[in-house]
């Protein structure tokens, strides 16, 4: 909104999953005894037994997460118990599903009829109940759950009751009626932390689907993906016009998306590791040999994003590459010029591939980047030193750092893949 301010209208649509069609009740259905601010009345023991004084808040939706939220002030790192009391006020009447996701303990009245009683140590699991709601009235809720240490999470969800059956025609009709969509897809530490691995590359196939209803309504489409790790989003590299991978960007990582996608900000950065296209190009997990096919050093697939890849909203030359030696010492450098419309930072990353050796050495290394500022219309000369002794490899039979002699080919580039320039180079012991 600080970017547009008044000059345009911008329409926020609350995230749904058909994966599990249960979304936090927001604090509009949320009221409470003690004042007039909208949502629950929470209160936190440093105990897992509700016992002694707790300290007190008005939660405006219930989504304890520690892992995925900021650190909680008012609970402490291993036992800890909250009670939250109140009333959901819907706005419409029908069936409500009304759901807890929770590990440990949990225990949820309804209109003061215990409902879910799980009152035991557990890992997350979600619980729900359906209950007829009237549109306006108020249902009396308490909400009970204590955490054992480790892994902790409660939330209070709901499925609204809807006249269609079609999970995202709200979504679909904020789509048709804008110039733009911006939507936020990714994953985050439910799907993929320590101790919990990814089964697969892909994106949740409920965001995949979803990507699909809203391009057919909107092909003006920007996709930021919140990630830590490599994503095979086949499907949106072939439609989306606009992809800003954000990974983990932290609290002020609104603004510096907003940077990016109005062009305050030109983007140069460059992917640390390959984006594969299927987790089926990669050998078997438990198979921990890099050299049978992992990292770009040894892939020799197509990738779906090479390792150091990254866009810009300029254009960068390469020209004139040039290798001296002094000594062990190589001397390589390189002219670019900024050949688009925008100040921007080029990332040169100079690459090597080995003479053909009697043991498997890398396609390509990479052994030394740059990154050069250069205003629109400028150039300068890069250069990369380069010693022997990065050239060497492990000899597994002598057990010790060889030197191979021979033709060696140096690459200069954008990414592993986009190389603009390369000469070879004959060295000797």
Not at 21 to 32: D, M, Q
Request: charged residues 25%; glycine residues 8%; aromatic residues 12%.
């Amino acid at each position: 909104m600080e970017k547009v301010g008044n000059k345009a209208e911008v329409t926020y649509v609350k995230w749904k999953t058909a994966a599990r069609n249960l979304n936090l009740i927001e604090a509009e259905n949320l009221r409470n005894d003690h004042n007039d601010e909208k949502g629950l009345f929470g209160e936190y023991y440093d105990d897992k037994f509700l016992e002694g004084t707790p300290q007190t808040r008005v939660d405006k939706v219930v989504n304890f997460d520690p892992v995925n939220n900021p650190p909680d002030p008012y609970t402490n790192y291993r036992h800890k118990s909250i009670r939250w009391t109140g009333y959901i006020t819907p706005n419409f009447s029908g069936t409500y599903k009304i759901g807890v996701n929770s590990d440990d303990g949990v225990r949820l009245w309804l209109n003061n009829k215990l409902v879910v009683d799980e009152w035991h140590n557990r890992g997350m699991t979600t619980d729900q109940v359906e209950i007829p709601m009237e549109a306006g009235e108020k249902y009396v809720i308490k909400l009970e759950y204590f955490d054992n240490g480790g892994d902790a999470i409660c939330q209070l969800l709901w499925e609204v009751p809807t006249l269609t059956d079609d999970l995202y025609a709200e979504d679909k009709a904020v789509a048709r009626a804008s110039d733009y969509v911006i939507a936020v897809m990714g994953i985050n530490k439910s799907i993929e932390k320590e101790g919990r691995d990814r089964t697969d590359l892909k994106l949740p196939e409920d965001q995949v689907n979803y990507l699909k209803e809203i391009y057919a309504e909107n092909k003006n489409i920007i996709v930021v993906l919140v990630a830590g790790s490599s994503l095979a989003i086949n499907w949106m590299d072939n439609n989306i016009p606009a992809i800003v991978d954000a990974w983990y960007p932290g609290e002020s990582g609104g603004k510096a998306i907003a940077d990016v996608l109005f062009g305050d900000y030109n983007p140069a950065g460059r992917l640390p590791f390959t984006f594969y296209k299927s987790i089926t190009d990669l050998p078997p997990m438990d198979d921990y040999e890099v050299s049978n096919g992992r990292t770009y050093m040894y892939f020799e697939g197509e990738a779906l994003y090479p390792f150091g890849y990254g866009l810009s909203y300029s254009e960068f030359e390469y020209k004139g590459m040039k290798i001296k030696q002094k000594g062990d010492m190589l001397t390589i450098t390189t002219t670019i010029e900024n050949i688009g419309n925008y100040d921007g930072d080029e990332v040169a990353q100079l690459y090597f591939k080995a003479p053909n050796a009697s043991i498997k050495r890398p396609l390509k290394k990479l052994v030394g980047f740059k990154r050069e500022f250069l205003p629109k219309g400028k150039s300068t000369q890069i250069e990369f030193e380069v010693s022997k002794k990065e050239l060497q490899f492990w000899d597994v039979k002598t057990k010790q750092w060889a030197f191979a002699s021979g033709e060696y080919q140096f690459m200069i580039g954008g990414s592993s893949q986009d190389i603009k320039q390369q000469k070879s180079f004959r060295l000797k012991p």
